[in-house]
Antibody, heavy 120, light 105 residues
Framework: EVQLVQSGAELKAPGESLKISCQGS????????IGWVRQVPGEGLEWMGV????????TYSPSFQGQVTISADKSISTAYLQWSSLKASDTAMYYC?????????????WGQGTLVTVSS | SYVLTQPPSVSVAPGQTARITCGGN??????VHWYQQKPGQAPVLVIYYDNDRPSGIPERFSGSNSGNTATLILSRVEAGDEADYYC????????FGGGTKLTVL
């Protein structure tokens, strides 16, 4: 059974750094792209970027390029999303999702989401 | 950047057919995927590659894609279909439509 398990909710102050995780199981983690999707409360889905864990090839949305870093450690089947300096506008639910063998494929399995709250 | 346009809301009576559109420039030349999201839950893939269904998704869900419009079609709508629906395409990066809230009257 394919599963993506994300790290727990975070409450951070503006300016702090953060790294959230997404651990995959039930499939060959290094062979499929993993994506990150943001959802601000009450709003729609926003595609942030994807990574291929096999070689860490990464593609970012222009809206998120330079704002976040996507990485992966295939040895522990885990992908990461990190910020160096959080802003209040980063408050959102963040989902990881399993993609296909190509970067543009659909997301067939999703994590449960990680709620990030940035507040002073 | 590529823009996908969805109606904010669609309403349908139980047992009827709902059609949710996703507009984009020459979207018919792209692969379109659709997701269902219920309140408090992660999205679920319901249609991929325009009109393929993942295992476990009822045959009532289907899709079409031509010209500048892709359409998610829900036949014999049930109360449990009430949710937000999002289309997605790849165009030098992926993009989601703004989402459509399906209300079952």
């Amino acid at each position: 059974e394919v599963q993506l398990v994300q790290s727990g909710a975070e409450l951070k102050a503006p300016g702090e750094s953060l790294k959230i995780s997404c651990q995959g199981s039930g499939y060959t983690f290094s062979d499929y792209w993993i994506g990150w999707v943001r959802q601000v409360p009450g709003e729609g889905l926003e595609w942030m970027g994807v990574i291929y864990p096999g070689d860490s090839d990464t593609t970012y949305s222009p809206s998120f390029q330079g704002q976040v870093t996507i990485s992966a450690d295939k040895s522990i089947s885990t992908a990461y999303l990190q910020w160096s300096s959080l802003k209040a506008s980063d408050t959102a639910m963040y989902y990881c999702a399993k993609g296909g063998a190509v970067a543009g494929d659909y997301f067939d399995f999703w994590g449960q989401g990680t709620l990030v709250t940035v507040s002073s | 950047s590529y823009v996908l346009t969805q109606p904010p809301s669609v309403s349908v009576a139980p047992g009827q057919t709902a059609r949710i559109t996703c507009g984009g420039n020459n979207i018919g030349s792209k692969n379109v995927h659709w997701y269902q999201q219920k309140p408090g839950q992660a999205p679920v893939l319901v249609i991929y590659y325009d009109n393929d269904r993942p295992s476990g998704i009822p045959e009532r869900f289907s899709g079409s894609n031509s010209g500048n419009t892709a359409t998610l079609i829900l036949s014999r709508v049930e109360a449990g279909d009430e949710a937000d629906y999002y289309c997605q395409v790849w165009d030098s990066g992926s993009v989601f439509g703004g989402g459509t809230k399906l209300t079952v009257l």
